[in-house]
């Protein structure tokens, strides 16, 4: 069953430091590159971060070098470290292949930026 299931989110202050997780079914994880999506209230989604199966990554360049995207094989998960949150970061955060597979489309995690 192919999945990918995304954790971690939750409130933080401006200025704060969440790590996103997404575990991938083993036959995803293995055979595509894997990425970090957003949604923000009212916009389309957005892809922000690549790790490709050689673990070269790619970040939004507008991010301004805030997220950081990794992964442990063993785990099959991937992770999005974000920094310096921002309350335009407030979105709902999902993981998928690069490109996107609509099928793999999970619940997300929501991220809310706040004072």
């Known amino acids: 069953q192919v999945q990918l299931v995304e954790s971690g989110g939750g409130m933080v202050r401006p200025g704060g430091s969440l790590t996103l997780s997404c575990r991938v079914s083993?036959?995803?994880?293995?055979?595509?590159?894997l990425g970090w999506y957003r949604q923000q209230s009212g916009n389309h989604r957005q892809w922000i971060a690549t790790?490709?199966?050689?673990?070269?990554?790619n970040v939004l360049n507008t991010l301004g070098g805030r997220f950081t995207i990794s992964r442990d094989i063993a785990e099959s998960t991937i992770y999005l470290q974000m920094d310096n949150l921002k309350p335009e970061d407030t979105a709902v955060y999902y993981c998928?292949?690069?490109?996107?597979?609509?099928?793999?489309w999970g619940q997300g995690t929501q991220v809310t930026v706040s004072s």
């Open positions: 083993r036959s995803i994880f293995s055979a595509y590159g």
């Open positions: 998928n292949t690069v490109p996107y597979n609509p099928n793999y």
């Open positions: 790790i490709t199966q050689g673990g070269i990554t």
